[in-house]
């Protein structure tokens, strides 16, 4: 099973720019579709974006949309979520996932429970 190390969490202004970075280890990174999800405080935790396991395929909530960009570099192990043009509203703590994929096809998957390795999380706070 991989394990999964988030970090470059940090606090911000209002729109700035943060890189999240999930190194994976334990497994073939390779063969996992990965994806990140926030919890605000006080709210449920929510989809913020998704990437196939080969990278050609993304996917992104409507709120991060033309902000945010997922990437994967499977040699390094690493997925990265690129989140720029910061908001007071995106501060929650950010969480990679990952799920064992099917090769052959770009799945992505937007629900939690479709993924069962899980981050410790890095926190995100947008100061206004």
Known sequence: ???LVESGGGLVQAGGSLRLSCAASGDTFSSYAMGWFRQGP???????????????????????????TISRDNAKNTVYLQMNS?????????YCAARPAPRGASYYYTNDYNYNRWG?????????
């Not at 999380?121 to 947008?126: E, F, I």
Request: glycine share 8%; net charge positive.
């Open 120 to 128: 410790q999380g890095t926190q995100v706070t947008v100061s206004s």
């Open 86 to 94: 910061l908001k007071p509203e995106d501060t929650a703590a950010y």
């Open 42 to 68: 006080g709210k449920e935790r929510e989809f913020v974006a998704a990437i196939s396991w080969s990278g050609d395929s993304t996917k992104y909530a409507v709120s991060v949309k033309g902000r945010f």
């Open 1 to 3: 099973q991989v394990q």
